[in-house]
């Protein structure tokens, strides 16, 4: 599996388009949005799986030790049902270029 440090630079602007049309359905980004099917995004890098405060959790996912960081949501990303073994509709993207641009605008939209 590709690590994070061998993706290409990330560009934020074709991330968000990537987040408007993969991610935005399931998840908000802004700080104090709500949840929607999955919680809210807002302060992910650094979180821990699991920990959106407000967000009902199974308890199986809150006994998955993964941080997020640049490098887990790299390879979450690339494959989610192999990387977090739980129900989800989210395919993954294969792209390491897109995977890239979405992990750019996520450290911009939920740290701001």
């Known amino acids: 599996m590709a690590s ?3 993706a290409p630079p990330g560009d934020a602007k ?11 359905h399931c998840h908000t980004v802004e700080k104090g949005a709500g949840h929607k099917h999955g919680p809210n995004l807002h302060g992910l890098f650094g979180k821990q799986y699991g920990t959106t405060p407000g ?3 199974s308890t199986a996912s809150k006994n998955i030790d993964v941080i997020w960081e640049e490098n887990s949501l790299y390879d979450y990303l690339l494959n989610p049902k192999e990387y977090i073994p739980l129900k989800k509709k989210f395919p993954g993207m294969k792209n390491p270029q897109e995977r890239a641009d979405l992990i750019a605008y996520l450290k911009e939209a939920t740290t701001s």
């Not at 074709?14 to 935005?24: D, E, L, P, R, V």
């Open 55 to 57: 967000y009902s959790y």
């Open 14 to 24: 074709s991330g968000h388009k990537i987040f408007q049309s993969k991610c935005a």
């Open 4 to 6: 994070f440090e061998e």
